[in-house]
């Protein structure tokens, strides 16, 4: 299994561009995520998804849009990028959405982005 | 969801025991404690988990305090690969759909 991949590695946005992040996961799992990380703190949560076709909002999903068409992928959407948007990105996914207190996350290796 | 507390940082020489404290006070009964960490430049990695008692695993193990308002990461020896960001976070039982957090965490250096 290839886990949980993440593409691009990097990337830098000029102000108002907008791109999508890939995210893929090839173990079947239900549960997918998008999670911000800014330099010096925590993970904070973007978007989430418990399935194909249902997703919602984490603690901080302005400006950014998801959509969850098949199981594998869960693309995360910068509509007009901003510098604040300027962090490292990570996708992630857990087996089951149900007792999800048993379930371990499994994260991608991150995307770097910059924003001018 | 309840939070945690943890120290922003500590020190430890290689090939000793460390120990990782984490406060949760506000702790529910249906919730589990669960420790990731972050490598540099990595995304987090799951270490292990728990309810009440202790667990034990290849990577670390985990004291819960008997009152559950507190827990301890232990790795048993030290190595240069385990400098990380260890992050303790509660998993509520009976929330059907994953919304976790992850606070600031232990920023872990270890001495060669």
């Known amino acids: 299994n290839a886990g949980v991949t993440q593409t691009p590695k990097f990337q830098v946005l000029k102000t108002g561009q907008s791109m999508t992040l890939q995210c893929a996961q090839d173990?079947?799992?239900?549960?997918m995520s998008w999670y911000r990380q800014d330099p010096g703190m925590g993970l904070r949560l973007i978007h989430y998804?418990?399935?194909?076709?249902?997703?919602d909002q984490g603690e901080v999903p302005n400006g950014y849009n998801v959509s969850r068409s098949t199981t594998e992928d869960f693309p995360l959407r910068l509509l007009s990028a901003a510098p604040s948007q300027t962090s490292v990105y990570f996708c992630a996914s857990s087996y089951s959405t149900r007792r999800v207190a048993y379930n371990e996350q499994f994260f991608g290796p991150g995307t770097r982005l910059t924003v001018l | 969801d309840a939070k945690t507390t943890q120290p922003n940082s500590m020190e430890s020489n290689e090939e000793e025991p460390v120990h990782l404290p984490c406060n949760h006070s506000?702790?529910?009964?249906?919730?589990?404690i669960h420790w990731y960490r972050q490598l540099p430049s990595q995304g987090p990695e799951y270490v292990i988990h728990g309810l009440t008692s202790n667990v034990n695993n290849r990577m670390a193990s985990l004291a819960i305090a008997e009152d559950r308002k507190s827990s301890t990461l232990i790795l048993h020896r030290a190595t240069l690969r385990d400098a990380a960001v260890y992050y303790c976070?509660?998993?509520?039982?009976?929330?059907?759909?994953?919304?976790?957090?992850f606070g600031p965490g232990t920023s872990l250096s270890v001495i060669p």
């Open positions: 506000t702790i529910s009964g249906t919730d589990y």
């Open positions: 998804s418990v399935g194909a076709g249902i997703t």
């Open positions: 976070i509660l998993r509520d039982e009976e929330t059907s759909y994953d919304k976790v957090i």
């Open positions: 173990m079947n799992h239900e549960y």
